[in-house]
């Protein structure tokens, strides 16, 4: 079945790091990727990573993808506010490509 | 190029009417997806065309949707007689399948809509 959970609320300090995480089911995921949403706005691609690797770094964006757990994660360093938004995780699936989201995860950075 | 774009980017209708949204995709992209998503919850998987072909329809989409991608350019998204739970942000996305790329989703502003 296609399901992908991640948890709900992430607070951190201004300059920390954060990390999100997701858990997906599917296998046969092609590619995974992290989009951020911003109040009353689309989806903004962020990084993505291709399902046979383990860890791709983008800048502060770093993605660890655990297969064997089916496990997904994004970590950010140096939080800043302007972090602050609700991430999606999402698998695509193979042939169509369409996205199966999880529910979002919504990081608040505090000064 | 300035990327995805959808309109209108807010609807408000009463029960029973019909709506129609459209979606400008990046320009020679070859697919494009049409998602929907209600509060606090993820974009759920609505329906996708490669071209001008509608390739897949989601079990959500019910007779009422209907999309369309005439050219294979732009497409529209018409709900007709509109029920209380279609209040949704209807996002749009486009990539580009095959050439070799990943085929990543470049996602639209979305259109929010509010049925009283």
């Known amino acids: 079945g296609e399901d992908v959970e991640q948890s709900l609320f992430l607070s951190v300090r201004e300059g920390d790091s954060s990390v999100i995480n997701c858990t997906y089911t599917?296998?046969?995921?092609?590619?995974l990727y992290w989009y951020k949403q911003e109040p009353g706005a689309g989806l903004q691609l962020l990084t993505y990573?291709?399902?046979?690797?383990d860890m791709k770094q983008d800048q502060r964006l770093t993605v660890l993808l655990n297969k064997k757990d089916k496990h997904l994660s994004l970590r950010i360093a140096d939080t800043q506010t302007g972090d602050s938004a609700i991430y999606f995780c999402?698998?695509?699936?193979?042939?169509?490509?369409?996205?199966?989201f999880g529910t979002g995860t919504r990081l608040q950075v505090f000064p | 190029d300035t990327g995805v774009s959808q309109d209108p980017r807010h609807k408000i209708t009463k029960r029973g009417q019909n709506v129609t949204f459209r979606c400008d995709p990046i320009?020679?992209?070859?697919?494009l997806y049409w998602y929907r998503q209600t509060l606090g919850q993820g974009p759920e998987f609505l329906t996708y065309?490669?071209?001008?072909?509608?390739?897949?329809k989601s079990r959500l989409l019910s007779d009422r949707f209907s999309a369309e991608r005439p050219k294979g350019s732009f497409s529209t998204l018409e709900i007709q007689r509109t029920e209380q739970g279609d209040s949704a942000m209807y996002l749009c996305?486009?990539?580009?399948?095959?050439?070799?790329?990943?085929?990543?989703?470049?996602f639209g502003p979305g259109t929010r809509l509010t049925v009283l």
């Open positions: 996305a486009s990539s580009l399948a095959g050439r070799g790329g990943t085929d990543t989703q470049y």
């Open positions: 599917d296998s046969s995921s092609t590619y």
């Open positions: 990573i291709f399902s046979n690797m």
């Open positions: 999402a698998e695509s699936m193979i042939n169509t490509d369409k996205l199966i």
């Open positions: 320009s020679e992209h070859n697919r």
């Open positions: 065309f490669q071209n001008e072909a509608q390739l897949e």
